[in-house]
């Protein structure tokens, strides 16, 4: 069964560290790129990051740019999203999802999605 699962979230403090895992299960990683996006209520699912099928480009939104890292561990099966000095505007629920296709597309269009995990929350706050 294709499956995507994410965790890491919590609670931090504003100028704090998480790092995200999505682990895959049912299918190989290797064929396909994996984004990071996120969602607050009421807002609209926004791209974060995106790495390519063998890691070799990598893709961020201008808010999280020198902050978050996206990297893959396909002998794991995992992508990591390693986020650092966090802010209160980074709170929001975080998914990971598979692309069809081992490129990534910037801005990410979730169409272009066909699998996604549940969602971990990420709430940064003092």
């Known amino acids: 069964q294709l499956q995507l699962v994410e965790s890491g979230g919590g609670l931090v403090q504003p100028g704090g560290s998480l790092r995200l895992s999505c682990a895959a299960s049912g299918f190989t990683l290797d064929y396909y790129a994996i984004a990071w996006f996120r969602q607050v209520p009421g807002k609209e699912r926004e791209g974060v990051s995106c790495i390519s099928n063998y890691g070799g480009s990598t893709r961020y939104a201008d808010s999280v740019k020198g902050r978050f890292s996206i990297s893959r561990d396909n002998a794991e099966n995992t992508v990591y999203l390693q986020m650092n000095s966090l802010k209160s505007e980074d709170t929001a629920v975080y998914y990971c999802?598979?692309?069809?296709?081992?490129?990534?597309?910037?801005?990410?269009?979730?169409?272009?999605?066909?699998?996604w995990g549940q969602g971990t929350q990420v709430t940064v706050s003092s």
């Open positions: 999802a598979r692309r069809t296709g081992g490129a990534c597309s910037w801005p990410p269009r979730e169409y272009e999605y066909g699998a």
